[in-house]
Nanobody
């Protein structure tokens, strides 16, 4: 059983940076892959970044080179460093955890990028 709590969202200007954090409760955190998804108005939920239990990562093409996902298993936390933010990055960002598919979701944190 895992509970996820995101933090770090906010309002930034285009070109700025934010670092999102997702704190997980539970003793089995290291077993899970972790991912960040986002949903913006009028669009479907999108996988932004994913990291496996052993640190392998992948990213959506739209964020590759700008965003970095990382995890600290000792702290039961996953991060999303977002640089060179664009207005189109505006969305609610959700942390997810799972094995084969996401089984746990955070409540989301709003990221708004002004032009």
């Amino acid at each position: 059983q895992v509970q996820l709590v995101e933090s770090g969202g906010g309002l930034v200007q285009a070109g700025g940076s934010l670092r999102l954090s997702c704190a997980a409760s539970g003793s089995t955190f290291s077993r899970y892959y972790m991912a960040w998804y986002r949903r913006s108005p009028g669009k479907q939920r999108e996988l932004v970044a994913r990291i496996t239990s052993d640190g392998n990562t992948n990213y959506a093409d739209s964020v590759k080179g700008r965003f970095t996902i990382s995890r600290d298993n000792a702290k039961n936390t996953v991060y999303l460093q977002m640089n060179s933010l664009k207005p189109e990055d505006t969305a609610v960002y959700y942390c997810a955890a799972g094995t084969i598919i996401p089984g746990y979701w955070g409540q989301g944190t709003q990221v708004t990028v002004s032009s």
